[in-house]
């Protein structure tokens, strides 16, 4: 090529990403000497293009004489690693040991397995570990780290061991009753009791799961490390349990039961009682004039399906058949916010009240302690510098809860609120009052097949689908 001859441009572009890059022949005048193949690969090798170069494209584009731009190398993107999966070698699900009704609704009690056994060495999980996946590469070389799957972390409670450090079989250590609370897995002992907890038993703790084949009587109580099984109902008697808890009846409460539990809770009905479950709450028929708080879920499963009366909370949904009834019944429902959040934030509100009203009278027994111009006798210098002292403390927790409770605040108002979700599938009474968040709606007429949700500061109706 002879000096002062003109040259075709060769322009190498690459996206921002570094995973493509294009070859561009720009001609600037019809006299310009076309570059030959080498030529061309030569400014390849300058732009460091050294992965997934299409030689074959860049030789058709020189001996076709392309102008337009066109895409002569591609890197290889990362595959993301698979997540972990897990597989239960044990039934999660009590409710599906125990049989179904007749229609009449009798269920044959010598066919009723409460209990489910494992032996001593057998495989309670067997987990795939998550994968780390494939390096990827742009049209540079550099490698591009993948994303790696996302593991399920599961703990060995109680009588679990893994088999090893990969954390593959989850294996149980004693004879017992697998029993499954969140992301934790335990064996453990069964107490078995054939009828009733009542006088003839007193009340019962026990370290492991206790199975009750009949009711739990008025004014007795239940205490269990495990799960709690009940094959009759709660009659005004209460349960505190490290697991699950499952009452093949319903809970009559008579305002004197409690429940407490920190997985999850089944019964037929909810009557006058107090609820308290870290887990999802599922209720066959109905919920009534109670106090239930869940840290979940809270399903009424049949075609009744009522909430009626009291107050019910759950973080995440409460899904019904009807809500309140045609007489007007107060029924409040909550969701968005944990209970205990809410919980915490009202305690706290107490304490900000009374800090303040303390504080208030300090500062004015101080006001007229140092107003006072003639000199003060030493009891009142003492008394003087002791309040000062008590008023500089109580500023310093009085900021501390502020602080925790505008943190909650922003909690109850924040993008859990948004979550929260009310599915009517059937309908609202009048004299229902919904909060989701920091939304508050009273119900003044009926409405019917709703979804209530959280929209800026509202509680907003859409049809239930």
Request: net charge neutral; aromatic share 4%; hydrophobic share 35%.
């Amino acid at each position: 090529m002879a000096d002062g001859e003109k040259k075709i441009k060769i322009k190498i572009e690459l996206t921002p990403d570094k995973m493509q890059a294009f070859l561009e022949l720009d001609q600037p005048g019809p006299d310009a000497a076309w570059p030959t193949y080498e030529e061309v690969l030569e400014e390849i090798k300058k732009a460091s293009i050294t992965f997934g170069l299409k030689e074959m494209v860049v030789r058709r584009v020189v001996e076709e004489k392309v102008l337009s731009p066109v895409l002569i190398a591609e890197g290889k993107p990362p595959v993301k690693g698979e997540d972990a999966s897990v597989k239960f070698l044990f039934e999660t699900e009590r409710m599906k040991l125990i049989p179904k009704e007749m229609e009449d609704g009798r269920v044959d009690h010598r066919e009723l397995s409460l209990i489910q056994n494992v032996r001593k060495g057998q495989v309670l999980v067997e987990r795939k570990p998550p994968t780390p996946g494939i390096p990827g590469r742009n049209v540079k070389g550099e490698e591009i780290k993948p994303t790696p799957g996302k593991d399920v972390l599961l703990v060995a409670g109680k009588n679990t061991y893994w088999e090893d450090d990969r954390k593959e079989r989850l294996i149980a250590e004693i004879d017992g009753e697998p029993s499954l609370v969140g992301r934790k897995v335990s064996v453990l002992t069964v107490h078995n009791i054939p009828g009733n907890v009542g006088y003839a038993t007193g009340n019962i703790d026990f370290a492991g799961s206790v199975v009750i084949r009949g009711d739990i009587e008025n004014g007795f109580i239940v205490r269990a490390e495990g799960d709690v099984t009940v094959g009759g109902n709660v009659e005004g008697g209460s349960i505190f349990a490290g697991g699950n808890v499952t009452i093949r009846g319903g809970i009559a409460g008579q305002d004197k039961a409690v429940i407490e539990c920190k997985g999850n809770l089944y019964a037929r009905y909810i009557d006058h009682a107090r609820i308290n479950v870290e887990g999802d709450i599922t209720v066959r028929d109905a919920v009534l004039h109670s106090q239930v708080s869940t840290g979940q879920k809270i399903t009424l499963q049949s075609s009744k399906g009522m909430v009626m009366g009291g107050v019910v909370r759950a973080r995440d949904e409460i899904n019904v058949q009807v809500l309140g009834s045609r007489m007007g019944t107060a029924t409040e429902v909550e969701v968005g916010t944990s209970p205990a959040t809410r919980k915490e934030l009202i305690e706290l509100e107490k304490k900000i009240t009374t800090m303040e009203g303390e504080l208030d009278k300090i500062e004015k027994a101080l006001a007229i302690l140092t107003k006072k111009e003639e000199e003060l006798p030493p009891e009142r210098v003492e008394l003087r510098d002791r309040l000062a002292q008590t008023s500089a403390f109580l500023k310093t927790e009085l900021t501390k809860l502020t602080n925790r409770r505008d943190a909650l605040l922003d909690e109850v108002s924040g993008p859990r609120a948004e979550k929260g979700r009310i599915k009517v599938r059937q309908r609202i009474y009048p004299g229902v009052k919904v909060t989701i968040g920091n939304a508050v709606r009273i119900f003044k007429d009926e409405v019917q097949f709703a979804v209530l949700t959280y929209d800026d500061g509202e509680v907003a109706i859409q049809a239930y689908r």
